[in-house]
Structure formats: structure tokens, C-alpha cells
């Protein structure tokens, strides 16, 4: 509950923050697309301010532009006829995006961090340096290149943003019950622990599996080109076709299927020779 209530920063406060970030440091650049929205800045000032650190979930960090796009999308809200409780009336429904395996990728979870750093940042939360460690230790360990013989691979969206879940809550637990400040603890959970590490450690890759019928196998196999020829080829020698009568010297003479076996003794064909000859 505690992400979706509302979370206000008054004008003045607002147009002090990009003042006191770009004094602080110079170097920075600030545009729409790295700019924090309205609500996430908000969000992280009131956990400065009450000394009340928490993760914040990756579907709320957006962008100025992103948070723009997001409005100009929705439809435009038409009066209800039907009663409505006060519950409804007064429930904040924030835009939010969607995270998934499917529609992130690496350069998403770095957006994810990047606008999150920037937001404690401008509201010194704080320092800059401090909460940018944190993104490049995090993205250096799902970005290292892994040998294919290995068998493994890199964690996925879903599984980055369980890993930096609980990473936030260390850094809460250490701002809340020891009483550190949010500099100190992320660099206790940065550079001195290795949670990080363990969480987002290459996991094996899943294997292959076959059903039964998947199996190629003599009766289901079915070849194209060179293969089919071969199938047919073998089904002929399954059921062969009996030679009946062979030729020699003019005559015709009739063939048992034993003696196509190797089983007619040789007297008979010697004799059938004799004949032939004579």
C-alpha cells in the first residue's frame, strides 16, 4: 500500500531541486528521457524526509517524456452514472508501465537504475557517486560474457528486479533498525557484502526436453529430398518382391522363394545346370 497513496513536493521545491543537483555536480546532464518524473522524485523526497528508505518497484520509475507518452495515451475519463463509494473516488491510480521479459531488455534495467540514482540524487538522498556504484556493480554482474560451454546464462528482467528488490531491502533494513545513513548503506551493500553478487549469479540454462513423439524413430521418421528417398528404400527391403523366373541360354526356369533364401541345396541347381546345357 504504501506505493500507490500519494506523494506531493511543493512548486518551490521542485524548481530548487535541478539548482542544487547541477551545483553539486556540473557534469551532469538532465533531459527528458533521464529526468526523473513528477511522482518518483516525490516518492524518494518522502522516504528522505521521513527517514523511511524503501524499494521503490520498477513499474512507478519513469521518465518526464515516459510519464507524458503515458497520459497522452490514456483515454480520456467519462462520467459514471452508477453510485460510487468514497474508497473509489479518492484511490490513486499512478501510471505505470510494464515490466516484463518480454518488453525489457538490458538497456531497460539500466534505465530502471539509472532513474532512480538520479532521483535520490536531486533530492540529496544521497550522494551521486555512492548510488551510481550500486548500477554499475549490478550491471557488470548480469553483463559479463559467459562461454557458451558453460551452459549458463545471464538473469532475466524479472529476476533483476527480485535481486534489486531485496538488495533495497538490506539498504532499508540498515537505514531503519542500525540507524545509517542511505550513503553508508549502499556502500556496505555495494562494496563490503556480497549479496549482489549471490542474487544475480549466471543461472544453468534449461535443457531440452523430448516427448515421445518428438523422438524420430524408424515408423514416425520423415525425411525430405535425399532422406525420403532412403525411407522408401527401406520399406521396399521390409517387403521384398520374389523373384519368380529367371533366364539363362534361352530358357526359362521358375524360382522357389528357398532358393532366393539360400536354403535350396545345391544338388537342384547343379542339376538344373545340367539340364540347361543339354
Same mark, same amino acid.
Given at each position: 500500500?504504501?506505493?500507490?497513496?500519494?506523494?506531493?513536493?511543493?512548486?518551490?521545491?521542485?524548481?530548487?531541486?535541478?539548482?542544487?543537483?547541477?551545483?553539486?555536480?556540473?557534469?551532469?546532464?538532465?533531459?527528458?528521457?533521464?529526468?526523473?518524473?513528477?511522482?518518483?522524485?516525490?516518492?524518494?523526497?518522502?522516504?528522505?524526509?521521513?527517514?523511511?528508505?524503501?524499494?521503490?518497484?520498477?513499474?512507478?520509475? $519513469?521518465? *518526464?517524456? !515516459?510519464?507524458?507518452? @503515458? #497520459?497522452?495515451?490514456?483515454? +480520456?475519463?467519462?462520467?459514471?452514472?452508477?453510485?460510487?463509494?468514497?474508497?473509489?473516488?479518492?484511490?490513486?491510480?499512478?501510471?505505470?508501465?510494464?515490466?516484463?521479459?518480454?518488453?525489457?531488455?538490458?538497456?531497460?534495467?539500466?534505465?530502471?537504475?539509472?532513474?532512480?540514482?538520479?532521483?535520490?540524487?536531486?533530492?540529496?538522498?544521497?550522494?551521486?557517486?555512492?548510488?551510481?556504484?550500486?548500477?554499475?556493480?549490478?550491471?557488470?554482474?548480469?553483463?559479463?560474457?559467459?562461454?557458451?560451454?558453460?551452459?549458463?546464462?545471464?538473469?532475466?528482467?524479472?529476476?533483476?528486479?527480485?535481486?534489486?528488490?531485496?538488495?533495497?531491502?538490506?539498504?532499508?533494513?540498515?537505514?531503519?533498525?542500525?540507524?545509517?545513513?542511505?550513503?553508508?548503506?549502499?556502500?556496505?551493500?555495494?562494496?563490503?557484502?556480497?549479496?549482489?553478487?549471490? $542474487?544475480? *549469479?549466471? !543461472?544453468?540454462?534449461? @535443457? #531440452?526436453?523430448?516427448?515421445? +513423439?518428438?523422438?524420430?524413430?524408424?515408423?514416425?521418421?520423415?525425411?525430405?529430398?535425399?532422406?525420403?528417398?532412403?525411407?522408401?528404400?527401406?520399406?521396399?527391403?521390409?517387403?521384398?518382391?520374389?523373384?519368380?523366373?529367371?533366364?539363362?541360354?534361352?530358357?526359362?526356369?521358375?524360382?522357389?522363394?528357398?532358393?532366393?533364401?539360400?536354403?535350396?541345396?545345391?544338388?537342384?541347381?547343379?542339376?538344373?545346370?545340367?539340364?540347361?546345357?543339354?
Amino acid at each position: 500500500r504504501r506505493h500507490t497513496r500519494s506523494f506531493h513536493v511543493t512548486g518551490v521545491q521542485t524548481c530548487a531541486l535541478p539548482i542544487s543537483f547541477f551545483r553539486d555536480y556540473p557534469s551532469e546532464v538532465l533531459s527528458p528521457d533521464t529526468c526523473p518524473s513528477g511522482r518518483l522524485i516525490a516518492m524518494a523526497h518522502s522516504q528522505v524526509q521521513k527517514k523511511d528508505i524503501a524499494w521503490i518497484p520498477w513499474k512507478y520509475r $519513469l521518465s *518526464q517524456q !515516459r510519464l507524458e507518452e @503515458i #497520459q497522452m495515451a490514456r483515454p +480520456s475519463k467519462v462520467a459514471k452514472t452508477e453510485p460510487t463509494s468514497l474508497h473509489q473516488l479518492i484511490w490513486d491510480d499512478p501510471p505505470s508501465i510494464d515490466v516484463s521479459n518480454a518488453n525489457m531488455g538490458f538497456n531497460g534495467i539500466r534505465t530502471m537504475l539509472e532513474l532512480v540514482a538520479t532521483a535520490y540524487a536531486l533530492v540529496q538522498g544521497c550522494h551521486f557517486g555512492r548510488v551510481k556504484a550500486y548500477n554499475l556493480k549490478f550491471l557488470g554482474l548480469i553483463s559479463t560474457r559467459l562461454d557458451a560451454d558453460l551452459g549458463l546464462r545471464h538473469v532475466n528482467v524479472l529476476e533483476a528486479q527480485a535481486a534489486d528488490r531485496m538488495l533495497w531491502g538490506i539498504i532499508a533494513d540498515l537505514t531503519t533498525d542500525k540507524g545509517w545513513n542511505l550513503n553508508d548503506s549502499l556502500h556496505e551493500v555495494t562494496v563490503l557484502r556480497s549479496d549482489m553478487i549471490g $542474487l544475480l *549469479q549466471p !543461472r544453468p540454462k534449461a @535443457i #531440452q526436453r523430448y516427448h515421445n +513423439s518428438d523422438i524420430p524413430t524408424a515408423s514416425n521418421a520423415k525425411g525430405k529430398g535425399r532422406g525420403k528417398s532412403k525411407s522408401k528404400k527401406g520399406s521396399s527391403s521390409a517387403n521384398p518382391k520374389w523373384v519368380s523366373s529367371i533366364q539363362m541360354q534361352g530358357t526359362t526356369f521358375s524360382i522357389c522363394m528357398r532358393y532366393q533364401r539360400s536354403e535350396e541345396h545345391t544338388s537342384e541347381l547343379q542339376s538344373r545346370e545340367t539340364i540347361s546345357y543339354a
